[in-house]
């Protein structure tokens, strides 16, 4: 089997690369006498972002033809696992890699669709809206990570032809946390209208950003947050 650059796989990397981890381990098989592995791809989250858990799964069952199930643990958490061992050296072929932070496949920089799929993935995984400046409000696409997001910094910046930049966390309980911002604006209006909004599968995300557009005046006349209706954590 071979995978093929799609829309599908490229929100699958997004998740995969945000809010998954990649678990490799050796085992020792029954005889004890040769050394197996495995590799799997694992994504527990909470009930907010089962939406996006379960389009990862029905993704994932399609393109690489599993049954894979998720799974209900305490505490309201759900988890999914996949293996992804005989596909490593497909994954290599097409620039997928698992490491932090964040890196876009080069396929998708070369596609606005695969590339709002992907980064519709990175911001259901690690993402958050954030509405500021109450009298003149502002929406803010912000992308947490343990490391700074460089690459994915100026991807956005030459594909979304916008302004973005990196903050690290002044919280004493997560001082290596980072944030890459970028603000919804006319320049990536329509890409993000588009490209990215039609891909995201958590509602209150997806919401905010449409809510969002809908109701900006674009032309230039500003609105309130209580007129947009959006609150500004």
């Known amino acids: 089997m071979n995978l093929v650059q799609s829309k599908e796989l490229a929100y699958w990397v997004g998740v995969a690369q945000s809010d998954g981890y990649n678990k490799k381990k050796?085992?020792?098989?029954?005889?004890?006498?040769?050394?197996?592995?495995?590799?799997?791809?694992?994504?527990?989250?909470g009930e907010k972002s089962k939406p996006m858990l379960l389009k990862f799964q029905k993704?994932?069952?399609?393109?690489?033809?599993?049954n894979a199930k998720c799974h209900k643990?305490?505490?309201?958490?759900?988890?999914?696992?996949?293996?992804?061992?005989?596909?490593i050296h497909e994954f290599s072929l097409l620039n997928i890699s698992f490491k932090d932070p964040p890196e876009p496949p080069n396929w998708c920089l070369k596609n606005k669709k695969y590339l709002g799929a992907y980064l519709a993935g990175i911001i259901d995984?690690?993402?958050?809206?954030n509405i500021t400046r109450p009298k003149y409000p502002q929406c803010?696409?912000?992308?947490?990570?343990?490391?700074?997001?460089?690459?994915?910094?100026?991807?956005?910046?030459?594909?979304?032809?916008?302004?973005?930049?990196?903050?690290?966390?002044?919280?004493?309980?997560?001082?290596?946390d980072y944030r890459l911002e970028f603000k919804f604006?006319?320049?990536?209006?329509?890409f993000i209208l588009k490209n990215i909004i039609p891909w995201l599968q958590i509602p209150h995300k997806k919401t905010k950003l449409k809510k969002y557009s809908r109701l900006r005046k674009w032309s230039g006349k500003?609105?309130?947050?209580?007129?947009?209706g959006i609150s500004a954590n």
């Open 26 to 45: 050796t085992y020792f098989g029954v005889s004890q006498s040769r050394k197996k592995y495995y590799n799997k791809i694992i994504l527990k989250v």
């Open 59 to 66: 993704i994932s069952n399609q393109i690489f033809k599993r």
């Open 73 to 87: 643990e305490k505490n309201q958490v759900f988890s999914f696992h996949i293996g992804i061992k005989s596909f």
């Open 125 to 129: 995984g690690d993402g958050n809206i």
């Open 140 to 176: 803010k696409i912000r992308i947490s990570g343990g490391y700074p997001q460089i690459n994915l910094k100026e991807t956005i910046i030459k594909k979304l032809n916008c302004h973005a930049w990196i903050t690290k966390s002044n919280n004493i309980k997560s001082p290596n």
């Open 185 to 190: 604006s006319p320049k990536n209006k329509e």
């Open 222 to 228: 500003r609105e309130s947050n209580s007129r947009l």
